[in-house]
């Protein structure tokens, strides 16, 4: 798993690339939880490239959702393949997420 975080005028982007997994999800937490703080951010996690997400990287992006909303912030995914759309929808997390 790759993770880039691009900060850019109104957004905070966090580019995804490979497979968020038992072995990725604690790495991809340690790199975002600091964007955790920053109240009224708009953070997107950009999933143009993210071939897999198991459990744990639900909970990772679940996670994620709940503390920049509790901080007035926005939390949006974005460009999703079809595979990882559908774990979303199976799992209803497409109910909750924002997903562009």
Same mark, same amino acid.
């Given at each position: =798993? /790759?993770? $880039?975080?691009?900060k /850019?005028?109104t *957004? !905070?982007?966090? =580019? +995804? *690339?490979g497979?968020v997994?038992t072995?990725t999800?604690? /790495? #991809?937490h340690?790199?975002? &939880?600091? #964007?955790?703080n920053?109240?009224?951010?708009t953070?997107v %996690?950009?999933?143009? $490239?993210l071939?897999?997400v198991s &459990?744990?990287g639900?909970?990772i992006?679940l996670? !994620? @959702? $709940? =503390?920049?909303t509790a901080k007035?912030? $926005?939390f +949006? #995914?974005? @460009?999703?393949?079809a595979e990882?759309r559908s774990v979303f *929808?199976?799992t209803? %997390?497409s109910?909750i997420?924002?997903?562009?």
């Amino acid at each position: =798993m /790759e993770v $880039k975080i691009l900060k /850019e005028t109104t *957004e !905070t982007v966090v =580019m +995804i *690339e490979g497979r968020v997994d038992t072995v990725t999800a604690p /790495e #991809l937490h340690e790199q975002v &939880s600091p #964007l955790w703080n920053e109240a009224g951010i708009t953070l997107v %996690f950009d999933c143009e $490239k993210l071939e897999y997400v198991s &459990s744990s990287g639900l909970r990772i992006i679940l996670s !994620t @959702h $709940k =503390m920049v909303t509790a901080k007035g912030g $926005k939390f +949006i #995914l974005r @460009h999703l393949t079809a595979e990882v759309r559908s774990v979303f *929808e199976l799992t209803g %997390f497409s109910r909750i997420l924002t997903i562009q």
